[in-house]
């Protein structure tokens, strides 16, 4: 297939590479595998990978214009940081490293919810013609290789089963709690998951509480735009946790396995790099176009898309001190009960980028 070409179908799209290898971690046989020089190659990428380079290269000839984008040195670094991560297990305090690979490995399972939640036909919300980018494809293979990837998919085991591996390597079989409900509730889902229908029907009432575009454009569509400037954001903001994860389970003196976790999460990684860039393509190319709203009026989209996005931002920036708030109430709680917990607590405080002050607020630590 040459990749000029700017149509695909579904199963292009989903289409793997041959392996020479597939990757088997614990005897789970997960996605993806080794090619003849041994290398990871990620799953679903035979097609998906050079469409979305073909997909960007056209719009950046047609429109001159950066990508819709976030540096990842803009997104708050992981908490806590690798140094006070490392004082923890070096005391033997493993409980809260444990649960933050349970947590990740959790929250990409909810990726599986992906493949739903999309507007019918997006073209037709669209002045000009969609056909040959990242947007019409969205429904046709780019939104269920995302879902496959993370949740994995019928006997291939995904990111979420790849996480809890390399947890169960390098903590060697911890006792693990199950942590779906409460991350469901901090991520604001409902407490069960929802049929289809239901679903859309919540995030079709949701944007209309939230809305930011005219009225007269379909809510769904603001939703489906909302919730992929959300994923973006979580994707990006993953790298430092990839990074942090991987320089932790690489290191012997702090885990077990021989490096062995660390290579897992690696591959993780290289799977999320075709997620990061078809959002960023199609939501680039809304950016650049112009909605048709249900009366037939239509709306030049490029501010519009940055409300939502400088919404978004801010959102994901809530979200993460929230998430630092739950992961300091864990581990104050694990050092509680340690003979030198106090102690302890306060030297993980002076290695931090920021602290707790008694209001409940963060301050940027002068420390470090
Ligand atoms: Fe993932
Ligand atoms: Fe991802």
Not at 191 to 203: G, H, K
Not at 245 to 254: F, T
């Amino acid at each position: 297939m040459a990749f000029n070409e700017l149509n695909f179908d579904f199963s292009d799209l989903l289409a793997s590479h041959q392996y020479r290898e597939p990757l088997v971690v614990r005897g789970i046989r997960c996605h993806g595998g080794y090619n003849d020089s041994g290398n990871y190659v990620s799953p679903r990428t035979r097609n998906r990978v050079p469409a979305i380079r073909a997909w960007q290269d056209r719009y950046k000839q047609e429109f001159g214009q950066p990508l819709l984008d976030r540096a990842v040195e803009e997104t708050p670094p992981h908490y806590p940081n690798l140094a006070q991560a490392k004082l923890l297990l070096c005391n033997g305090i493993r409980e809260p490293m444990i649960r933050t690979l349970t947590r990740i490995g959790t929250v990409e399972g909810f990726g599986a919810g992906i493949r739903f939640g999309a507007v019918d036909d997006i073209g037709r919300h669209f002045v000009e013609d969609l056909a040959g980018t990242a947007t019409a494809h969205l429904t046709r293979g780019l939104y269920e290789a995302h879902a496959r990837d993370e949740a994995g998919f019928e006997d291939q085991a995904g990111h979420k089963q790849m996480w809890w591996a390399a947890r169960d390597i390098a903590f060697e079989n911890p006792p693990v709690q199950d942590l779906t409900v409460e991350m469901r509730r901090a991520m604001g889902m409902p407490a069960e998951p929802l049929p289809p229908a239901e679903l859309l029907r919540r995030m079709a009432e949701q944007a209309l509480k939230d809305r930011l575009l005219p009225r007269d454009i379909d809510p769904m569509l603001e939703a489906q735009v909302a919730r992929m400037m959300r994923l973006l954001l979580i994707e990006i903001n993953a790298f430092h946790g990839f990074r942090w994860a991987e320089s932790i389970l690489a290191d012997d003196s702090l885990v077990a396995g021989d490096g062995d976790a660390a290579r897992i999460i690696s591959y993780v990684r290289g799977d999320e790099t075709p997620h990061l860039e078809y959002l960023k393509c199609a939501l680039s190319e809304i950016r650049e176009r112009t909605f048709r709203g249900e009366s037939g009026r239509t709306y030049p989209a490029r501010e519009l898309i940055n409300a939502l996005w400088q919404r978004a931002l801010a959102t994901s920036t809530q979200r993460s001190i929230e998430g630092r708030n739950a992961e300091l109430a864990e581990i104050t709680t694990a050092l509680e009960g340690h003979p030198r917990g106090d102690d302890l607590l306060e030297e993980f405080h002076a290695l931090g980028q920021v602290r707790p002050v008694a209001d409940g607020n963060w301050i940027n630590n002068t420390n470090s």
